[in-house]
């Protein structure tokens, strides 16, 4: 016999040759590619049962817009670039498009490379005797559950049962939602609470399930319908709840839709399911960052990315983008958020939505820090970017400029348009529009209204008025309750200290200013201290 070819191209195109050959089935040549190729060229699974068909990846491509079609469905989003990446191993498929791989296949999951049932519940496999096989298997995981369900009505008839069998109210009821519900009561209740390793454990812990089983779930419509109510009110009452409570509230959400996750669902409700857990993740994202934990902020983005990309909605993974590019625009470098800025504008296209009149506001107030580092070509740029969004902003439509979490206001666009002037050194066109934004925000947007305040005093530095910087800036902090005082506008408050003493020296109202900062209580996340004090320029 021949040596085999070196390339993988060419030995599966021998191994599928030598296995028609000798009558062998798609699915075993697909098996020998496999064992062959994958120790020499780290050939998946998936893509060998490509390479036994001898289909090229626009085929793939065309099978399942063909399927998509023969279902009623809308051409789906996929081309030859994400299945190629499902096929080298950097992306994995998501159960909808999983189901439709495998009917091009006809094949399980698990031939794939990919444990665990299919969404659909059947056998994709036409071959004769594999649906009573799979009516088999179907009745008995009926026969098996029937069982669990008597032992589990034993066990709560008589208080015991069998171990490791829990209610299904009761499934995955983990050690983290015991944390975060102790942590909620002592809220309630008034008590003081610190940010320990062991709730911020349970935080992470949390996430990373969420990370594990953002697929296959049952859910109705009617409760999805709850759950997109809940989190609409979460958009609402961000900036006037303290961002502990509103943590704890998240959570707690965020979990029961985890446990949802884990279980099998109908493919159209998927998409609306991930939608959700992307809103959460990116949500308590945006917490952290109050917070001022960076590395939890980052991991919940990295989250909602997942499930946002499960949904293939370029203009939910273009919101969770410019949200995350806060980060870096409050506690990092302003050339990352300026490059996520950007990202975000991209996914968002042409048309107005929220990310797309956002993150040219983020990119604006990005440029401007840089402007104060010295870049030349930052002002003019900045300048453009703020023309840029106001014009996709005004033609936003009104529920996408009522809310400040999963929407864009004419209150942040202030914000930000004063922000990014200040840095650019018109101090007094950001006080007339940093003034007119506070008088847009409600008392009760706390979040917000506070750090409008802070940039005004920032803008006081700027315009050489020393005595106004500090007295804004401590009337900005102990105007704040105690449960209100998150470590971004305690970090910020800090920021302006350090900025009006590096430009008037030390004087009697910064004195006083870094007296309260040392002195009034805050909640903030256990970090390490050089973490929380960037640069001055970065002010």
């Known amino acids: 016999m021949a040596e085999p070819p070196r390339k993988e191209a060419d030995r599966a195109r021998w191994i599928r040759a030598q296995g028609l ?11 020998e590619i496999a064992e062959q190729c994958g120790p020499l060229f780290s050939t998946s699974r998936i893509k060998s049962h490509r390479l036994a068909g001898g289909v090229a990846l626009s085929d793939v ?38 189901h439709y791989i495998c009917l091009v296949y006809r094949v399980e999951p698990g031939d794939l490379g990919y444990p665990g049932p299919c969404v659909c519940g059947r056998t994709h496999d036409q071959r004769p005797g594999a649906a009573q096989a799979a009516a088999v298997r179907d009745d008995a995981e009926t026969l098996i559950g029937s069982v669990i369900d008597r032992a589990w009505m034993a066990r709560r008839q008589f208080g015991q049962g069998p171990p490791g069998i829990e209610g299904p109210g009761s499934m995955d009821l983990g050690e983290e939602d015991v944390v ?38 049952t859910v109705s419509p009617t409760m999805l319908d709850q759950w997109e109510e809940t989190i609409l009110g979460y958009g609402q009452s961000y900036q006037s709840t303290p961002s502990l409570r509103m943590l704890c509230d998240v959570l707690l959400d965020f979990s029961e839709v985890r446990r949802l996750c884990d279980q099998r669902q109908p493919i159209e409700l998927q998409e609306r399911l991930c939608r959700i857990a992307a809103q959460l993740s990116g949500i308590s994202g945006l917490i952290m960052i109050n917070l001022g934990d960076h590395r939890l902020a980052r991991s919940f983005f990295r989250t909602a990315r997942t499930a946002a990309d499960e949904t293939g909605d370029r203009g939910l993974r273009a919101w969770v983008t ?69 014009a996709v902003f005004d033609q936003l439509s009104k529920a996408q400029t009522n809310d400040l979490v999963f929407g864009f206001t004419d209150r942040q666009m202030s914000f930000y348009e004063g922000d990014t002037y200040t840095n650019l050194g018109d101090h007094a066109k950001g006080e007339e529009v940093l003034r007119n934004a506070l008088t847009l925000y409600s008392p009760t947007e706390i979040i917000d209204r506070t750090l409008v305040k802070l940039d005004r005093a920032h803008c006081a ?16 902090i102990l105007e704040l309750d105690p449960e209100h005082r998150s470590d971004i506008l305690m970090h910020r408050a800090r920021q302006l200290a350090s900025a009006a003493q590096q430009q008037f020296g030390d004087y009697p ?6 007296d309260t900062l040392a002195t009034v209580p805050s909640v903030q996340s256990p970090m390490n201290p050089g973490e929380q004090q960037p640069p001055p320029e970065q002010v």
Not at 23 to 28: E, K
Request: hydrophobic share 45%; aromatic share 4%; proline share 6%.
């Open 180 to 217: 975060l519900r102790r942590t909620l009561l002592q809220l309630l209740a008034g008590a003081g609470v610190a940010l320990d390793g062991q709730f911020l454990g349970a935080v992470d812990q949390l996430r990373r399930k969420m990370d594990d089983t953002l697929v296959n779930a």
């Open 21 to 31: 050959a000798r009558g062998l089935s798609i699915a075993q040549i697909a098996a």
């Open 61 to 98: 491509v065309a099978q399942m817009r063909a399927l998509y079609e023969l279902d009623g469905k809308p051409p789906p989003k996929i081309g030859e670039t994400l299945l190629s990446a499902y096929e080298s191993g950097y992306k994995r498929p998501g159960p909808e498009y999983l």
């Open 509 to 514: 109202l910064l004195r006083e200013l870094r």
């Open 461 to 476: 530095i700027h315009s050489g008025d020393a005595d106004a910087a500090a007295v804004r800036a401590k009337e900005a």
């Open 322 to 390: 410019v949200r995350e590019s806060l980060l870096p625009l409050y506690y990092g470098d302003p050339r990352e958020a300026l490059h996520l800025a950007r990202k975000a504008q991209d996914l968002a296209g042409r048309a107005p939505n929220v990310a797309a009149a956002m993150a040219p506001a983020v990119e604006a107030r990005a440029l401007g820090q840089l402007a104060l580092r010295g870049r030349s070509d930052a002002a003019p740029t900045a300048r453009r970017a703020l023309v840029r969004g106001r």
